[in-house]
């Protein structure tokens, strides 16, 4: 694996271009901040009417049409939703300049097919491995944010290049840029969000207060075990990695957990995960994104509330004092 930080990387790739970044969300805010703080030439690209513009613009940022950001831009950013991005693509294509580079922070549009850039752009992959609040502060900080960056066409020989000063420009260089691809990067992470961090993690944290509480355990008492102490263990594997943490725990809970997360995860586990790599390789989340975008996200809205009004909601509400 190469890891590439600032030292390595020639910012004169960027020197001179305009950039247009298509969404002021999660990501879109961050990473056009950072982009101006660094001295490049932004503009941020919104629909009319977007409720967005004047938050742009009050943190200093130029903000246009979608198409005019685009048309005036020698490199363009698709920030907005990823089941958008098909129909964003469609509309901006005829707006882009001869050359331009295409950026992504996530691979699937293009690893899916929901995009097929025109031959003539270079299409690069810029992804930060985190949210946009963690990615702007910790610019502001001085520090930055591990990415992974990619090149699906190079069409002016140029993208990769890019690629790499747009990274240093957001500040993900001063962590590392490591290469991947939007091939990997994309199955990676919707594996990741299914089977562990945002979707098994939740799930075992569910189980567990709700198989204490079964058993006569008080609610609080279930929450502060299962969960409540969910954030020191993510403290210590990234300050010491997996096998530091259980050195500093107790023998007692390092016996524990010796002889139960494995009865835990077993073989089927482990089968199942499999399973939602095939899935996810074969398109069939990427379609599942596509139909609910299309449906109104209607499963996403139950699923919302019902989690609003699960107990284990309630009793974070109560131990918090959020009610
Ligand atoms: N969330 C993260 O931290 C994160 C981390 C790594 C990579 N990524 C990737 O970064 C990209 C952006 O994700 P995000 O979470 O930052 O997106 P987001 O916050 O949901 O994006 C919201 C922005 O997209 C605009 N938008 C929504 N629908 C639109 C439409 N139909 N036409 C034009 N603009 C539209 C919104 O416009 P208005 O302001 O007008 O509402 C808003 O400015 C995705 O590819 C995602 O996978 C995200």
């Given at each position: ?45 919104l ?13 200093g ?17 698709m ?51 985190g949210?946009?609040?963690?990615l ?29 000063a ?73 300050a ?45 989340f ?5 139909s ?14 019902e ?17």
């Amino acid at each position: 694996m190469e890891m590439l930080r600032d030292a390595d990387i020639d910012p004169s790739a960027l020197a001179g271009k305009r950039v247009a970044i298509l969404g002021y969300g999660n990501q879109g805010r961050a990473q056009s901040l950072n982009l101006k703080d660094s001295g490049i030439d932004v503009v941020v690209g919104l629909r009319g009417g977007s409720g967005s513009t004047m938050e742009a613009e009050a943190a200093g940022l130029e903000t246009a049409l979608i198409e005019d950001a685009v048309a005036s831009a020698d490199v363009v950013m698709m920030l907005a939703p990823d089941e958008i991005h098909a129909t964003l693509y469609s509309e901006i294509e005829p707006h882009l300049r001869d050359g331009a580079a295409l950026g992504f922070s996530h691979g699937l549009s293009v690893r899916f097919g929901l995009v097929k850039p025109r031959a003539d752009l270079d299409v690069f992959m810029l992804a930060p491995k985190g949210p946009g609040t963690a990615l702007r502060s910790l610019y502001t900080e001085g520090k930055g944010m591990i990415a992974l960056w990619a090149v699906e066409q190079d069409a002016t020989g140029q993208a990769g290049a890019i690629a790499l000063a747009y990274g240093q420009a957001i500040g993900c260089a001063r962590a590392g840029l490591i290469a991947s691809s939007f091939a990997e990067e994309a199955e990676a992470d919707l594996f990741n969000e299914q089977a562990v961090v945002w979707g098994g993690v939740p799930e075992l944290l569910i189980a567990g207060f709700e198989t204490l509480v079964a058993g006569g355990i008080s609610p609080e008492v279930a929450y502060l075990e299962c969960v409540g102490e969910l954030h020191l263990i993510a403290e210590l594997i990234e300050a010491r990695g997996i096998a530091g943490m259980k050195e500093v725990i107790s023998n007692t809970a390092e016996l524990g957990a010796l002889l139960g997360g494995r009865r835990i995860i077993d073989d089927g586990v482990r089968r199942r995960m499999a399973e939602v790599l095939a899935e996810v390789r074969a398109g069939r989340f990427a379609e599942e994104l596509r139909s609910e975008e299309e449906s109104g996200y209607q499963r996403l809205e139950k699923a919302r509330a019902e989690a609003r009004s699960a107990a284990i909601e309630k009793t974070y509400r109560r131990l918090r004092g959020r009610d």
